[in-house]
Protein backbone atom coordinates (compact mmCIF):
# COMPACT_ATOMS: atom_id res chain seq x y z
CA UNK A 1 0.00 0.00 0.00
CA UNK A 2 1.35 3.19 -0.54
CA UNK A 3 0.94 5.87 2.02
CA UNK A 4 -0.31 9.39 1.10
CA UNK A 5 0.29 12.01 2.83
CA UNK A 6 -2.64 12.28 4.62
CA UNK A 7 -2.18 8.58 5.80
CA UNK A 8 1.48 10.07 6.92
CA UNK A 9 -0.47 12.47 9.04
CA UNK A 10 -2.63 10.12 10.67
CA UNK A 11 0.05 7.99 11.78
CA UNK A 12 2.39 10.50 13.15
CA UNK A 13 -0.53 11.73 15.45
CA UNK A 14 -1.49 8.48 16.28
CA UNK A 15 2.21 7.13 17.19
CA UNK A 16 1.88 10.11 19.28
CA UNK A 17 -1.31 9.24 20.93
CA UNK A 18 -2.88 6.26 20.22
CA UNK A 19 -5.95 7.04 22.58
CA UNK A 20 -7.35 10.21 20.40
CA UNK A 21 -10.77 10.18 19.59
CA UNK A 22 -11.78 10.17 16.09
CA UNK A 23 -13.10 13.47 15.85
CA UNK A 24 -9.69 14.68 18.11
CA UNK A 25 -7.37 13.06 15.18
CA UNK A 26 -9.45 14.49 12.50
CA UNK A 27 -9.42 17.57 13.56
CA UNK A 28 -5.43 17.79 13.99
CA UNK A 29 -4.92 16.47 10.65
CA UNK A 30 -7.72 18.40 9.11
CA UNK A 31 -10.19 15.89 7.61
CA UNK A 32 -13.70 14.93 8.63
CA UNK A 33 -14.62 12.67 11.27
CA UNK A 34 -16.00 10.28 9.07
CA UNK A 35 -13.07 10.17 6.57
CA UNK A 36 -10.48 9.88 8.91
CA UNK A 37 -12.45 6.72 10.37
CA UNK A 38 -12.36 4.98 6.89
CA UNK A 39 -8.77 5.80 6.50
CA UNK A 40 -7.46 4.37 9.76
CA UNK A 41 -10.03 1.57 9.19
CA UNK A 42 -7.88 0.83 5.78
CA UNK A 43 -4.97 1.23 7.48
CA UNK A 44 -5.68 -1.23 10.15
CA UNK A 45 -7.32 -3.34 7.17
CA UNK A 46 -3.80 -3.43 5.11
CA UNK A 47 -1.75 -4.03 7.86
CA UNK A 48 -0.36 -1.05 7.97
CA UNK A 49 -1.64 -0.13 11.96
CA UNK A 50 -0.87 -4.02 12.97
CA UNK A 51 -1.71 -3.39 16.59
CA UNK A 52 -2.45 -0.61 19.41
CA UNK A 53 -0.58 -0.51 22.27
CA UNK A 54 0.74 1.09 25.70
CA UNK A 55 4.56 1.96 26.32
CA UNK A 56 5.92 1.18 29.60
CA UNK A 57 8.64 2.45 31.24
CA UNK A 58 10.83 -0.66 31.89
CA UNK A 59 12.48 0.63 35.32
CA UNK A 60 9.55 1.52 36.53
CA UNK A 61 7.86 -1.59 36.28
CA UNK A 62 10.55 -3.09 38.11
CA UNK A 63 12.60 -4.72 35.34
CA UNK A 64 15.78 -3.09 36.12
CA UNK A 65 18.45 -4.63 33.87
CA UNK A 66 18.26 -4.92 30.05
CA UNK A 67 20.37 -7.04 27.66
CA UNK A 68 21.83 -6.92 24.46
CA UNK A 69 22.32 -11.13 23.83
CA UNK A 70 24.30 -11.81 20.47
CA UNK A 71 23.74 -15.67 19.54
CA UNK A 72 25.17 -17.82 17.31
CA UNK A 73 23.86 -21.15 15.69
CA UNK A 74 26.30 -23.87 15.27
CA UNK A 75 24.33 -24.86 12.61
CA UNK A 76 22.03 -23.54 10.31
CA UNK A 77 19.85 -26.31 9.28
CA UNK A 78 15.90 -25.02 8.67
CA UNK A 79 15.02 -27.44 11.80
CA UNK A 80 17.38 -25.81 14.10
CA UNK A 81 16.47 -22.60 13.07
CA UNK A 82 12.44 -22.91 13.36
CA UNK A 83 13.43 -24.43 17.06
CA UNK A 84 15.53 -21.30 18.11
CA UNK A 85 12.77 -19.12 16.54
CA UNK A 86 9.95 -20.93 18.09
CA UNK A 87 12.00 -21.38 21.50
CA UNK A 88 12.19 -17.70 21.75
CA UNK A 89 9.16 -16.46 20.49
CA UNK A 90 7.52 -18.21 23.53
CA UNK A 91 9.79 -16.48 26.69
CA UNK A 92 8.14 -13.17 27.54
CA UNK A 93 11.84 -11.61 28.77
CA UNK A 94 12.37 -11.72 24.97
CA UNK A 95 11.07 -8.12 23.67
CA UNK A 96 12.73 -8.20 20.42
CA UNK A 97 14.83 -10.94 18.05
CA UNK A 98 16.74 -10.26 14.59
CA UNK A 99 18.06 -12.86 12.18
CA UNK A 100 20.99 -10.55 10.98
CA UNK A 101 23.93 -10.83 8.94
CA UNK A 102 27.13 -10.20 10.81
CA UNK A 103 29.23 -11.89 13.60
CA UNK A 104 25.57 -13.31 15.62
CA UNK A 105 22.76 -14.88 14.47
CA UNK A 106 20.30 -13.41 16.04
CA UNK A 107 20.24 -10.33 18.42
CA UNK A 108 17.79 -10.49 21.18
CA UNK A 109 16.64 -7.53 23.87
CA UNK A 110 15.84 -8.82 26.92
CA UNK A 111 14.06 -7.07 30.12
CA UNK A 112 14.13 -8.99 33.61
CA UNK A 113 14.25 -7.63 37.13
CA UNK A 114 17.81 -7.97 37.74
CA UNK A 115 21.39 -9.74 37.48
CA UNK A 116 20.43 -12.96 39.31
CA UNK A 117 16.87 -13.23 37.05
CA UNK A 118 19.24 -12.56 34.16
CA UNK A 119 21.67 -15.28 35.33
CA UNK A 120 18.71 -17.74 35.50
CA UNK A 121 17.68 -16.43 31.95
CA UNK A 122 20.61 -17.55 30.64
CA UNK A 123 21.36 -20.69 32.65
CA UNK A 124 17.89 -22.03 32.47
CA UNK A 125 16.86 -21.03 29.16
CA UNK A 126 19.59 -19.88 26.64
CA UNK A 127 22.14 -22.40 27.19
CA UNK A 128 20.12 -24.82 26.92
CA UNK A 129 18.52 -24.32 23.39
CA UNK A 130 19.44 -26.96 21.17
CA UNK A 131 21.68 -25.83 18.32
CA UNK A 132 23.63 -22.70 20.24
CA UNK A 133 27.34 -22.55 19.96
CA UNK A 134 27.91 -18.81 20.91
CA UNK A 135 25.93 -16.61 23.16
CA UNK A 136 27.24 -12.77 23.89
CA UNK A 137 25.95 -10.24 26.61
CA UNK A 138 25.81 -6.71 26.59
CA UNK A 139 24.50 -5.27 29.31
CA UNK A 140 22.84 -1.73 28.72
CA UNK A 141 24.15 0.72 31.29
CA UNK A 142 21.82 3.60 30.24
CA UNK A 143 19.33 4.07 27.69
CA UNK A 144 20.33 6.80 25.71
CA UNK A 145 17.18 7.04 22.66
CA UNK A 146 13.98 4.74 22.83
CA UNK A 147 11.45 5.78 20.37
CA UNK A 148 8.78 3.23 18.35
CA UNK A 149 7.38 5.86 15.95
CA UNK A 150 8.73 5.72 12.60
CA UNK A 151 9.95 8.83 11.44
CA UNK A 152 6.65 9.50 8.98
CA UNK A 153 7.78 13.14 6.55
CA UNK A 154 4.52 14.81 4.89
Known amino acids: ??????????????????????????????????????????LETDGVISRYTVIVD??????????????SLARH??????HFVREVSRHPEVLECYAT?????????VVVEDMDAYNRFLDGFIFKLRGVSQVRSNIVLKEIKSDTALPFRS
Open 58 to 71: PRKAGFGLSSMVHV
Open 1 to 42: MGLENKDRLLLTELQRDGRLTMQQLAERVGMSTSACWRRVKA
Open 77 to 82: EQKDVD
Open 101 to 109: SGEADFHLR
